[in-house]
């Protein structure tokens, strides 16, 4: 399981509710350590229970799929968007490093 993309959905759909961390934990009945974990995407384990009731509780469904199957078209969307910002970057490093300004 990818936790580092669902932690951020779920940071996000949290957010999007108006919950703190500290709110959603106590309404389910677990740690702010645990939740803060879980959207880090560092959390180490999380039974399946939990983790389907922290969902529902956000209004997300949880997926299972092959590991190598084709990119969602949300999927797509955000790996171009996080490609063209890493681009936008390099690009912006490169000119900013210009002795002289380019004149084209």
Not at 21 to 29: F, G, I, V
Not at 76 to 97: G, I, L, P
């Given at each position: 399981?990818?936790?580092?993309?669902?932690?951020?959905?779920?940071?996000?759909?949290?957010?999007?509710?108006?919950?703190?961390?500290?709110?959603?934990?106590?309404?389910?009945?677990?740690?702010?350590?645990?939740?803060?974990?879980?959207?880090?995407?560092?959390?180490?384990?999380?039974?399946?229970?939990?983790?389907?009731?922290?969902?529902?509780?956000?209004?997300?469904?949880?997926?299972?799929?092959l590991?190598?199957?084709?990119?969602?078209l949300?999927?797509?969307?955000?790996r171009?968007?996080?490609?063209?910002?890493?681009?936008?970057?390099?690009?912006?490093?490169?000119?900013?490093?210009?002795?002289?300004?380019?004149?084209?």
């Amino acid at each position: 399981m990818d936790f580092a993309n669902a932690g951020a959905l779920i940071r996000e759909s949290r957010r999007r509710a108006g919950l703190t961390q500290a709110e959603l934990a106590k309404r389910l009945k677990m740690s702010r350590a645990t939740i803060s974990r879980l959207e880090s995407g560092t959390i180490q384990e999380l039974g399946i229970r939990k983790f389907a009731q922290v969902a529902d509780r956000l209004g997300l469904e949880i997926t299972v799929r092959l590991k190598h199957a084709r990119l969602t078209l949300h999927e797509a969307y955000a790996r171009n968007r996080a490609e063209r910002a890493s681009a936008f970057k390099e690009t912006d490093a490169v000119v900013a490093n210009l002795k002289e300004p380019f004149h084209g």
